[in-house]
C-alpha cells in the first residue's frame, strides 16, 4: 500500500481569500514570519487566490521565496518537522499554480507527485491547465506540455481511498493509487470511445470501485478524472469543439489489449484548436506572419528601422504590419523602450490620455513609461484608438505580446490581458 500522507491544506477548510499576502508582503516572508500564528493559513489563502486568478508568475516568485527558507544558509532549525512539512506542501502547491510557467522537469516532479495534494487543496486544476494551455500560443508547445502531464499522471501513486482496486484484466487486488485508478477509468471504456462529462458521470455512477469511497474523496477523483479528460480530450471541453485524437497506445498481454496511459498522447490538431482563440483567424494569422517575415528582412534587429516600420504601419492604419512590428519589437526588448525613449511619442500619448483614461494615467506614464500599466494602455491605445479594432481582437494581441515578454523574462508584462474561459472572449487586466 502507498504510504498514507498528512495534508495540511484542504478544501473543507478554506481560508478566507481575502487573508492572503500582497505582492509586497512576499519580501517579509522568512522562517520568523512562518512562526507567526495563521502564517500558514495565509500562505494557502494566497495560493488558492493566485490560482483563481491564474497569477502563474507570482505563485512561482513566492515559491522560490519559500523555497530559500529550506536552505542551510536560512534560519530552519527554527522549523519543526511539521512546519517543513506544510512548508513543502505550500511550494508544491504553489508550483502546480504556477504550471504555465515551469520548466517541463518540474512539471514532471510536480505532477507525478503533488496531483492529489493539489486537488484536495482545493485548486480547479481543470480551469488552471486549460488557462495554462491557451497562454502557450502555439499547438507544439501545449501539446508538449499537455502530453508530460499526462504521461506523469499516469505514473503517480498519490493514493484516492482507502479499499484497493479491482480492474476486471487482473486477478489482484491494487493500490488505489492514482495510476490504478486511471487503469480502472480506461479499462471500463471501449479502448476508441472518447470521453467528456456524460461519460465521467457514467463511470462515477456506476464503477464498483467508485461506490465504496467517500463522499470526499469521491469528488477528488471526479476532478481527477475531469483534468485527465481536458488533457487527453480537450476538444470535448466546454470552450471548444469536437475534433478527430488520435487513438490510445495499446500493449496486448496475455491476449488482452491495455491500454497504456503513460503513452496516450494528444495531437496537435485537437489541442491546437484550443489556442485557436488565442492565435486569431487563419486569414488574420497568415497576414501577420507574412508582414513579421517581410519587416526582418526589410530592417533585422535595427531599433530605429523596427520604430520606423512601426509608426509608418500606425500611420497607414495597417492592423497586420502593426501588430508584426510591435511583436518584433517585443522580441528585441524593444517595445517598452520605444514607449520611454522616444520624447515626441511621450508627448503625444501625455495630450491625449487624460481624456481617454484619466490624467492619473498620463501621470504614471511621465513618471513611470516603463510601468506596466504604461506599456498596457499603450498598446491598447495603438490598437483600439488609432487603429480601430475591436477590444477583444485587440486584447488578444495585448496576451500574444504578454506571452513574448513571458519568453523574453520580462515578467512584470507577462499578464497584460487573458482569455475568459466562460465568456469565450479575450479581456485586458485590470
Excluded: C
Excluded at 511550494?91 to 502546480?96: D, E, F, G, R
Excluded at 471504456?189 to 462529462?197: D, K, V
Excluded at 485527465?228 to 491476449?255: C, M, S
Excluded at 514607449?339 to 511619442?345: G, K
Aim: aromatic share 8%; proline share 4%; glycine share 6%.
Amino acid at each position: 500500500m502507498a504510504e498514507h500522507l498528512t495534508y495540511h491544506f484542504l478544501a473543507t477548510r478554506k481560508p478566507d481569500l481575502d487573508q492572503g499576502l500582497t505582492e509586497e508582503e512576499f519580501a517579509f516572508v522568512d522562517v520568523h514570519w512562518l512562526k507567526q500564528p495563521r502564517a500558514f493559513e495565509r500562505l494557502y489563502a494566497t495560493a488558492l487566490y493566485l490560482d483563481e486568478a491564474h497569477e502563474w508568475g507570482l505563485a512561482l516568485q513566492l515559491a522560490r521565496r519559500l523555497q530559500g527558507l529550506l536552505s542551510s544558509s536560512s534560519d530552519r532549525t527554527l522549523l519543526d518537522a511539521t512546519d517543513e512539512e506544510r512548508l513543502q506542501q505550500i511550494i508544491a502547491i504553489l508550483k502546480v499554480v504556477g504550471v504555465a510557467l515551469l520548466r517541463i522537469r518540474d512539471v514532471e516532479g510536480v505532477f507525478q507527485a503533488s496531483t492529489v495534494m493539489a486537488l484536495r487543496a482545493g485548486l480547479n486544476l481543470a480551469a488552471g491547465l486549460q488557462a495554462a494551455l491557451i497562454s502557450y500560443g502555439e499547438p507544439e508547445l501545449a501539446v508538449n506540455a499537455s502530453n508530460t502531464i499526462l504521461r506523469v499522471i499516469g505514473l503517480n501513486l498519490e493514493t484516492i481511498g482507502e479499499t484497493p482496486l479491482t480492474v476486471p484484466e487482473n486477478p489482484e487486488r491494487l493500490d488505489p493509487t492514482v495510476q490504478n485508478w486511471l487503469r480502472a477509468y480506461n479499462g471500463s471504456f471501449p479502448l476508441n470511445q472518447e470521453r467528456g462529462p456524460v461519460e465521467r458521470a457514467h463511470f462515477l455512477q456506476r464503477d464498483a470501485n467508485v461506490k465504496r469511497l467517500n463522499n470526499a474523496d469521491r469528488e477528488i477523483l471526479t476532478k481527477l478524472l475531469e483534468t485527465y479528460d481536458l488533457l487527453r480530450f480537450p476538444h470535448k471541453a466546454p470552450i471548444v469543439e469536437e475534433r478527430t485524437v488520435q487513438e490510445p497506445v495499446v500493449e496486448r498481454v496475455g491476449g488482452k489489449a491495455i491500454t497504456d496511459f503513460a503513452s496516450a498522447a494528444v495531437t496537435a490538431p485537437a489541442l491546437g484548436h484550443i489556442v485557436a482563440a488565442y492565435r486569431g483567424g487563419d486569414a488574420d494569422q497568415r497576414a501577420v506572419t507574412e508582414a513579421v517575415s517581410g519587416i526582418r528582412a526589410k530592417a533585422g534587429n535595427d531599433q530605429k528601422k523596427l520604430a520606423a516600420e512601426f509608426f509608418a504601419a500606425v500611420q497607414s492604419r495597417n492592423v497586420p504590419r502593426t501588430v508584426a512590428t510591435m511583436r518584433l519589437l517585443a522580441e528585441n526588448d524593444q517595445l517598452e523602450r520605444l514607449l520611454a525613449n522616444d520624447q515626441a511619442l511621450q508627448q503625444h500619448l501625455r495630450s491625449v490620455w487624460p481624456s481617454l483614461y484619466g490624467q492619473a494615467a498620463a501621470d504614471t506614464l511621465v513618471r513611470q513609461p516603463l510601468s506596466r500599466q504604461s506599456v498596457q494602455l499603450f498598446i491598447q491605445y495603438v490598437l483600439q484608438e488609432r487603429l480601430d479594432v475591436p477590444e477583444h481582437d485587440a486584447a488578444r494581441v495585448g496576451a500574444q505580446l504578454s506571452n513574448i515578454f513571458k519568453q523574453r523574462g520580462r515578467h512584470q508584462y507577462e499578464k497584460l490581458a487573458y482569455f475568459d474561459v466562460r465568456e469565450k472572449t479575450f479581456k485586458w487586466l485590470p
